[in-house]
C-alpha cells in the first residue's frame, strides 16, 4: 500500500528524488563553503549554471518526446562563433538585436535539420545528431577559425544583472519553468507526452507524430541558440569548439532530474535541478580539497551513484518487502 | 527497391569497394595496393573496438555503451606500462587488461540489469570513472614502453605486405561470427534484443545475458586498446576517445538497428571500413578541417538515410 503511493507519488512528481538529492548536495556544498548562499557568491554560482540550463531544458523537451539531441553542444559553439563575429565593440543596439536574431535563426535552421532527418526521414536520433554535430562543428570553425572576438562590455554587464535583487539566472529559470508549466497544459504539451510514451498508439488516436517530434528538435536549437547567447556574455568572447563538451552533461542533468531517457514523461524543473546538482558536485569537490588527480574519479563516482539512487532504493524496498 | 534484396552488410561492403575506387579517381594514386592495406589495417582497429558495442546494441533495451573510448585508452596504458619493452610480458599485460575491462564492463551491466540505470548515461558515467582511475593511476606520467613483438604482429607487414592485424581482425570477426550464431548465448542475445518478455517466458535469464554482453563489451574494447597501443608504439590521455562514436556509427552502418534484436559482426566490419575509408580520403583531398568535418557529417547523414531508417508508423 506504502509502495503504492510512493511510486504514485514519485510518477506524479519526477523531480522529488532530485530534489532530495539538491538538498543534500547543497547542504554539504554549504557546509564545505560557508558562505554559498552570500549574494555574490550565490549569483556567481547560477551565473556559470545558466548556459547549462538552458541548453538542458531543450534537451529535456526532446527526450521527454522521445528522441535525444547529441548534436546540441556543437550547435552552442556555432552560435557562439556567429555571435562574437557579428557583434563588436562598437556595434549599435540595432545591430546587436540583428545579430541575436540571426543566432536564433542559425539554430531553428539546425533544429530544423535535425527535426527532418529524425521525423521525416525516421532516422535514427542518437546517431543522426551524432552526424549533424559534425555539420554544425564544421560551421562554427569556419566561421571563427581560432578562439577571439570581445564582446562590448554593456552586454556582458547586463549579464551580471541582479533585477530586483534577485539573480539573472534565477530569472531565467522561472520563466523557463513557467514556460514550460503553461506548454504542458496546452494539446501541445499533450501530444509530446503522447508522442515520447507510444508513438504508434498516438499515431493511431491522431496525434500529428511527426509534427511534434520535428518541433522538439527544432525547439532544441532555439534553445541551444539562447544558451549560446547566455555562453557568450559569460565568457565574452568566442571559442569555436566551446559548446562541445556541454552535450553530454546536458543529457545527464536531465536524467538526474528525474525524466526517463525513454521519454513520455518528465519536466522542466527537474532538469534545471538537475544542472544544479551537477554544479554543486562540482563546487563540492573543489571545496572539499580533493587531491587534483582524484578530481575526476570523484565527480564521476558520485554522479554514478546519484543516477543509482531511485533504483537502489526501488531495490532496497523490494527486499525489504519480500523478507 | 523493393524489389532489389541487399542486405545492408553486404551494401556497406559495395559502398566500401566503389569508395575506394572513386578516391582513386578523385585522387590519383589514392587507390593502390598500399593504401587499400593501409586502410584495411586502420578499419581493424575500429572494427575490434566496434565488435563488443555491435553485441551490446544487439542486446536492446536502448543498449548502447559509451566506456568503450575510455577502456581503449585505459587497456593500452595498462599495458604499455606492464609490458615495459619486455616480449615476455605480452601475455601477463594482456590477461590483466582484459580482466580489467571485463570488471569494468561488468558493472556497466549490473548498473543497468540490478539498478535499472539507462544504459547511455551509466555508461557515459563510467566513462568518466574510468578516465578518472586513469588519472589516479597515472598522475600524469605515462611511464612505459611497448614490446617489440607487439609492433612486429599488429603493424608491421607480416605476409604479403600485409600486417597482423588483418589477419588477427578474420579470426576475430569469425570468432565473432561463432559467438552470435552457433552457441546458446548468440541465440539468447538476439532473444533478449527482439523481446526481453518473450526470452524470460521462454526460460532465458535476462540479466544474466545482458549482464555477460557488457562484461564482453568492456573485454574487448580492452582488447581493442592493446591492438591500437600494437599500432600507435605510445599512449595518451585521450588515445581512445576517437573510437568511441565511430564504434556506433560502424556499427548503424553495418545495418544493426539500434533498437537491438538484429544485425551481424560482419554489418559492422563493412561498417568499420566504410568509415574508415571516408576519414581516409577526405584526409587525403586535403580539405580545411572545417569543410572535413561538414563533408564527413553530410556523408554520414547519407549513408544513414540510405538503411539507417526506422520503419514507418502506418507499418
Same mark, same amino acid.
Given at each position: ?179 514550460? +508549466?503553461?506548454?504542458?497544459?496546452? &494539446?501541445?504539451?499533450? #501530444?509530446?507526452? !503522447?508522442?515520447?510514451?507510444? $508513438?504508434? /498508439? =498516438?499515431? %493511431?488516436?491522431? +496525434?500529428?507524430?511527426?509534427?511534434? &517530434?520535428?518541433?522538439? #528538435?527544432?525547439? !532544441?536549437?532555439?534553445?541551444? $541558440?539562447? /544558451? =549560446?547567447? %547566455? ?21 545527464? /542533468? ?70 | ?315
Amino acid at each position: 500500500m506504502n509502495t503504492i503511493k510512493l511510486q504514485k507519488l514519485t510518477f506524479r512528481h519526477p523531480y522529488l528524488f532530485a530534489l532530495a538529492l539538491l538538498v543534500i548536495a547543497l547542504g554539504v556544498n554549504f557546509y564545505l563553503q560557508p558562505n554559498l548562499f552570500e549574494q555574490r557568491v550565490l549569483s556567481g554560482n547560477l551565473r556559470i549554471f545558466m548556459p547549462l540550463m538552458i541548453l538542458t531544458a531543450g534537451q529535456a523537451i526532446v527526450i521527454m518526446g522521445g528522441g535525444i539531441d547529441i548534436s546540441v553542444g556543437t550547435i552552442v559553439s556555432m552560435v557562439n562563433a556567429l555571435l562574437v563575429t557579428l557583434i563588436t565593440r562598437d556595434s549599435t543596439a540595432a545591430e546587436i538585436i540583428l545579430a541575436i536574431s540571426l543566432g536564433v535563426g542559425a539554430g531553428i535552421l539546425a533544429g530544423a535539420l535535425n527535426g527532418i532527418c529524425v521525423s521525416f526521414l525516421r532516422l535514427q536520433p542518437i546517431i543522426t545528431t551524432y552526424a549533424t554535430s559534425f555539420i554544425f562543428a564544421g560551421i562554427a570553425l569556419w566561421i571563427l577559425p581560432r578562439p577571439g572576438g570581445l564582446m562590448p562590455s554593456e552586454l556582458t554587464r547586463l549579464y551580471r544583472a541582479n533585477p530586483l535583487g534577485i539573480p539573472l539566472t534565477i530569472w531565467v529559470a522561472a520563466v523557463l519553468i513557467l514556460l514550460w +508549466v503553461g506548454l504542458r497544459a496546452t &494539446r501541445y504539451g499533450r #501530444y509530446l507526452f !503522447a508522442v515520447g510514451g507510444q $508513438a504508434e /498508439a =498516438a499515431y %493511431a488516436t491522431g +496525434v500529428p507524430v511527426t509534427l511534434v &517530434r520535428f518541433s522538439t #528538435y527544432v525547439l !532544441a536549437g532555439i534553445m541551444s $541558440a539562447l /544558451a =549560446a547567447l %547566455a555562453l557568450t556574455l559569460s565568457t565574452g568572447t568566442g571559442d569555436p569548439r566551446i559548446g562541445n563538451d556541454m552535450t553530454l552533461p546536458s543529457v545527464v /542533468a536531465v536524467v538526474l532530474g528525474g525524466t526517463r531517457l525513454s521519454g513520455g514523461q518528465g519536466g522542466i524543473a527537474g532538469s534545471l535541478i538537475g544542472v544544479v546538482i551537477l554544479g554543486s558536485i562540482r563546487n563540492i569537490i573543489s571545496f572539499a580539497n580533493v587531491p587534483t588527480w582524484w578530481q575526476t574519479f570523484v565527480d564521476a563516482s558520485i554522479i554514478i551513484v546519484a543516477l543509482a539512487g531511485p533504483g537502489l532504493v526501488r531495490l532496497i524496498r523490494r527486499r525489504g518487502q519480500s523478507s | 527497391m523493393k524489389g532489389l534484396k541487399l542486405s545492408p552488410p553486404l551494401v556497406a561492403l559495395l559502398l566500401a569497394i566503389a569508395l575506394f575506387f572513386l578516391g582513386g579517381i578523385v585522387r590519383p594514386g589514392f587507390a593502390n595496393y598500399s593504401q587499400a592495406i593501409n586502410i584495411v589495417r586502420l578499419a581493424a582497429f575500429l572494427g575490434i573496438v566496434s565488435a563488443g558495442q555491435t553485441l551490446v546494441i544487439i542486446s536492446g533495451g536502448e543498449g548502447i555503451d559509451l566506456s568503450v573510448g575510455a577502456i581503449v585508452t585505459l587497456g593500452a596504458i595498462l599495458v604499455f606500462r606492464i609490458v615495459d619493452g619486455q616480449n615476455s610480458m605480452i601475455i601477463p599485460a594482456l590477461a590483466v587488461t582484459l580482466l580489467a575491462g571485463a570488471g569494468i564492463g561488468a558493472i556497466n551491466g549490473l548498473g543497468v540489469t540490478l539498478v535499472g540505470i539507462p544504459p547511455l548515461v551509466m555508461t557515459l558515467g563510467m566513462a568518466g570513472v574510468v578516465q578518472g582511475i586513469i588519472l589516479v593511476v597515472t598522475q600524469g606520467e605515462l611511464i612505459g614502453d611497448p614490446a617489440p613483438l607487439m609492433s612486429t604482429l599488429i603493424s608491421k607487414p607480416l605476409i604479403f605486405g600485409i600486417p597482423g592485424v588483418t589477419f588477427i581482425w578474420i579470426v576475430f570477426g569469425g570468432l565473432i561470427w561463432l559467438l552470435l550464431n552457433r552457441t546458446a548465448y548468440g541465440k539468447q542475445l538476439f532473444a533478449v534484443g527482439v523481446n526481453r518478455t518473450t526470452a524470460r517466458l521462454s526460460g532465458v535469464r535476462v540479466p544474466w545475458v545482458v549482464v555477460a554482453t557488457y562484461t564482453l563489451s568492456g573485454m574487448l574494447a580492452a582488447l581493442g586498446g592493446f591492438m591500437v597501443l600494437g599500432f600507435t608504439g605510445s599512449v595518451f590521455l585521450n588515445l581512445g576517445d576517437r573510437y568511441l562514436f565511430p564504434s556506433i556509427a560502424a556499427v548503424v552502418v553495418g545495418g544493426t538497428v539500434l533498437a537491438g534484436g538484429s544485425g551481424s559482426y560482419f554489418g559492422t566490419m563493412s561498417g568499420a571500413l566504410v568509415l574508415t575509408l571516408i576519414t581516409s580520403l577526405l584526409t587525403a583531398l586535403q580539405l580545411p578541417e572545417a569543410f572535413r568535418l561538414m563533408v564527413l557529417g553530410l556523408i554520414l547523414l547519407v549513408l544513414l538515410s540510405v538503411y539507417g531508417r526506422e520503419r514507418g508508423l502506418r507499418q
